[in-house]
DNA sequence: ATAACGTATCAGTGGATAATGATATGACGG
DNA sequence: CCGTCATATCATTATCCACTGATACGTTAT
């Protein structure tokens, strides 16, 4: 599939779908910890464990979602598999988000229909 | 900004909460489709529930909470109730997701996390 | 006033999902 | 081989969230 196919994709009825399955990828803090520690290069599962303070099956579990969605790579050495960002587009991304935040914002963290 | 900086916007603990809301705000298709009335330039409520094809309820809480994100803005107008978006750089990430979408996002709808 | 209209809120419901503990798979060293 | 380590999967649970229908609120026109 090449990404002018892709791009078609986008125009058609499942765009909607696409776009929130990737933001929503984007969307828990635990998956943006997990990309938050792969933004400085390559990093081991445990080194993601220690770096985000989250327990090793959920990582596991947010990696796969993250690997399917296309965000990371993943790279086996023995027993070690080395996660990576996807793209530069995906930290440019959340860089992106972050000016945002910074112009339009402050208040989004009164908005009610997200309790946690 | 260095990828240095970035690394150290993300680093503050609470940045990855005001985020993941940022990003659940776009995480939605209905939300989505709300935005996307919206790129064209202002509308009213029943406009953006016959351009979406919502419920007018399920549009007012979608609003609401965009509104309360900080991404879309509201101007009153008589019983009406215009909105539109708050910032350009929302289409930007929008469109910016798109992007990444075609480069790296084909099996994005195979992450077998979120069913829907 | 009152009816009609546009929008917002509320309560209930069904379905999705993040986290955890236990366990399985696979690779290396002794 | 066998124990240990790194990672992945499974099952459970508790929570969260989107949608719907009913209804309330505010505005305009008759």
Redesign the pocket.
């Known amino acids: 599939m090449t990404a002018r196919d892709i791009q078609d994709d986008l125009s058609a009825s499942n765009a909607l779908e696409l776009r929130a399955k990737l933001f929503?990828g984007l969307?828990?803090?635990?998956?943006l910890a997990i990309l938050n520690a792969l933004v400085s290069g390559e990093r081991?599962?445990?080194?993601?464990?220690a770096h985000s303070g989250?327990?090793?099956?959920?990582?596991?579990?947010?990696?796969?979602?993250l690997?399917d969605c296309g965000l990371v790579s993943?790279r086996?050495?023995?027993?070690?598999?080395?996660?990576r960002l996807a793209d530069r587009r995906v930290a440019s991304l959340i860089h992106d988000a972050d000016r945002l935040l910074a112009a339009t914002g402050a208040g989004i963290d009164t908005c009610e229909?997200?309790?946690?």
Chains 1, 2 share one sequence.
Not at 27 to 31: F, G, L, V
Not at 54 to 65: D, E, I, K, M, T
Not at 76 to 83: A, L, W
Not at 113 to 116: F, H, K, L, N, S
């Open positions: 929503r969307s828990d803090p635990s998956r081991s599962v445990q080194e993601i464990v989250l327990g090793q099956p959920n990582v596991s579990n947010h990696l796969r979602c690997l993943r086996t050495e023995g027993r070690f598999v080395r996660y229909r997200y309790t946690e």
